[in-house]
């Protein structure tokens, strides 16, 4: 015992806040599974749908706040690759819940899903990763830790970086832009042969990806400096008697809400762009933005605490498992149910994605000026996007 407190009760005291998290979505989930408060919403007017959205995106964002401090103290159990990677495989079950569910009971749109996914390369590689990088390069400036040295913040592992680079910069270009210069068909798609072959190879190569990252490779993706150790304004780090399990739990309950939440949210942002005749694209959006919250907040800390490989492990992890992974359950889906699907990007998008890949080319160190011009494209295409 510890001031007269069993220990049971006092591992009970530290995990209130979280319960009290778990307790808030466990009560709107049931709202929306046992009341027709979902069909009211839907049924309503544009004010109505808006504030449905902005009440239900607000839940969103403190049980995403959960999930991403569960996921950093995974990684600082676990280590890495190893914590970033259940974030990742966190996310990209939120983001095909979102995506199929929408495709299965929402109206017939075959871009819907190569908007989500483009829209979800461009908020993590330009606005989330940019913003990572303007943090690193600010710290660099105010530092005064005696125990790394100050350019030690914006190193980044270049062997990492450089397999997400290539699997990214290859697998976004075969999905994305390759089938609008295809003789395979008419339409920003390929025919169903050449769809099992993406299909396959898609998989296989994110198996091999994950095979390497975790095995013999795993050392391509740590910090090139060591941090200090663990961290110490963690009120958990010393309390965690459950190990990585109860974190595990923790974040798979959380997460198990929120994909919940987040399929009646997609059907809300569809009903609504609709309603407000608002571009399609928007849809698309939106659902990556929900989709990316999680991971959004956990780089952000890991960036904040000087972990910036640890910020880019989940950021492109996160891309590289959305190009790899939705696109056959995409295509099969599609395929399933008769619903047309077309990946290939239109021409201007095309270009920035190319700007964007030519702009993340792997350097031995982050550049503030680099941060600047990622969050400069990732503006220039949210613009785009809405007129």
């Known amino acids: 015992m510890e001031d007269g407190c069993p220990p049971a009760l006092r591992r009970l005291r530290l995990l209130l806040p979280e319960l009290a998290t778990l307790s808030l979505g466990a009560g709107v989930l049931a709202l929306l599974s046992f009341t027709r408060t979902l069909e009211w919403l839907l049924a309503g007017n544009a004010s109505t749908i808006v504030l449905g959205l902005i009440a239900l995106g607000g839940v969103v964002v403190v049980l995403?706040?959960?999930?991403?401090?569960?996921?950093?103290?995974?990684?600082?159990?676990l280590g890495e690759p190893f914590g970033t990677l259940v974030l990742t495989g966190s996310v990209i079950v939120i983001e095909l819940a979102l995506i199929g569910s929408t495709m299965l009971t929402g109206e017939s749109n075959p871009t819907l899903a190569r908007d989500s996914m483009f829209s979800v390369l461009m908020v993590a590689l330009t606005g989330i990763t940019g913003l990572c990088m303007g943090l690193t390069s600010r710290m660099q400036k105010k530092s005064r830790d005696q125990l790394m040295r100050v350019e030690d913040l914006a190193a980044t592992n270049m062997a990492g970086a450089m397999v997400y680079y290539n699997l990214i910069g290859t697998m976004s270009v075969l999905v994305l832009i390759i089938p609008n210069f295809s003789n395979d068909t008419p339409e920003g798609n390929f025919s169903l042969p050449l769809n099992i072959v993406l299909t396959v190879t898609s998989v296989v190569v994110y198996a091999l990806f994950l095979f390497n990252q975790t095995g013999a490779y795993r050392g391509f993706f740590v910090e090139m400096f060591a941090?200090?150790?663990?961290?110490?304004?963690?009120?958990?780090?010393?309390?965690?008697?459950?190990?990585?399990?109860?974190?595990?739990?923790?974040?798979?309950?959380?997460?198990?809400?929120v994909v919940v939440i987040a399929e009646s949210m997609g059907q809300l942002i569809e009903r609504g762009v609709n309603e407000l005749n608002l571009p399609s694209s928007l849809a698309g959006i939106l659902v990556a933005m929900l989709i990316l919250l999680p991971e959004a907040f956990n780089a952000i800390q890991a960036t904040l605490k000087g972990k910036l490989q640890r910020a880019l492990n989940t950021l492109y992890g996160s891309v590289l498992s959305t190009i790899s992974l939705t696109v056959p359950a995409v295509l099969l889906i599609g395929e399933a149910t008769g619903t047309k699907v077309i990946l290939g990007l239109e021409q201007y998008n095309m270009v920035l994605l190319t700007l964007t890949l030519f702009l993340l080319r792997p350097h031995d160190r982050v550049l503030g000026s680099e941060g600047l011009m990622l969050l400069v494209v990732f503006l220039f295409w949210f613009v785009l996007e809405l007129v």
């Open 64 to 77: 995403s706040l959960q999930v991403a401090r569960q996921a950093e103290l995974l990684a600082e159990e």
């Open 227 to 257: 941090v200090g150790g663990s961290d110490p304004e963690s009120r958990h780090h010393a309390e965690l008697e459950g190990g990585p399990w109860q974190a595990a739990a923790l974040l798979m309950a959380t997460l198990a809400i």
